[in-house]
C-alpha cells in the first residue's frame, strides 16, 4: 500500500473538512495537530479550498492533507498544484481515477455497489471510499461486498460519527473512516478551535481504544 495510505489507515479518522473562508486553514490546522490529528480532507467544493489546502500544507508541513469531492481532472491539479498529497472523490469517476494512477497520485475514489469496486480491482486499488456509508448499509453492506472482494479495505464516509465510530473501526475490513463532526463548519465559522481541538482529541483517544 502507498505510503501516504498507510498513515492515514494508522489515524483511523479523516477530518473531512469544508472551509469557506482561507483564513481559517490555518487556525484549523493548529487545532487538528493540537489534537493529535495532523490530517484532513479538505473538499474542493468552495471556493477557498485551494487557497486552505495551500496554506495548511505551508504552515505545517507534516500534516496529511488531502483534497475532497474532487469532480475533475482541472480539479486534481489544483489540488496537487496547492500541496495536497491525496486525491478523495465521491463516486468512481475512470478519468480522474486512471489520471491520478498515471501520475503516481495517492486516490480514493467513491464507491457503493460491487460494480464500482470491480472498477477499482480493475486498476490494481486496494482501498476504495464507501459513500455515502450510512445511507447504503454502512457496515453490514461494507462485510457483504469485503466477502467477495477480499483483498480490499474502505473509507467510509457519510453518517459517521463518535456514537458509531467503533461499529465501523471494529471491522478489519476498514481502512479509516472519513468524519466531520469535530470540525464542523458551524464550530470553523464561529472560531471555536479549542472546541476542535478538545473534540479531535476525544476522537483519537476512541480510536486507540478500539484498535
Known sequence: MNKILEELSKFGVV???VLNDAKDAKPLAKA???GGLPCAEVTFRTAAAEESIRIMTTEYPDML???GTVLTIENVDRAINAGAKFIVSPG???EIVDYCLKKDIPVLPGTVTPSEVAQGVKRGLKVLKFFPAAQYGGVSTIKAIASAYVDVKFMPTGGVNAKNLKEYLSCDKIF????SWMVKA???EAGEFDKITEMTKEAVALVKEIR
Not at 176 to 179: L, M, N, Q, R, S
Open 65 to 67: 492533507i488531502g483534497a
Open 176 to 179: 479509516a473512516c472519513g468524519g
Open 186 to 188: 458551524d464550530l470553523i
Open 92 to 94: 468512481f469517476d475512470p
Open 15 to 17: 477530518p473531512v473538512v
Open 32 to 34: 487538528l495537530c493540537e
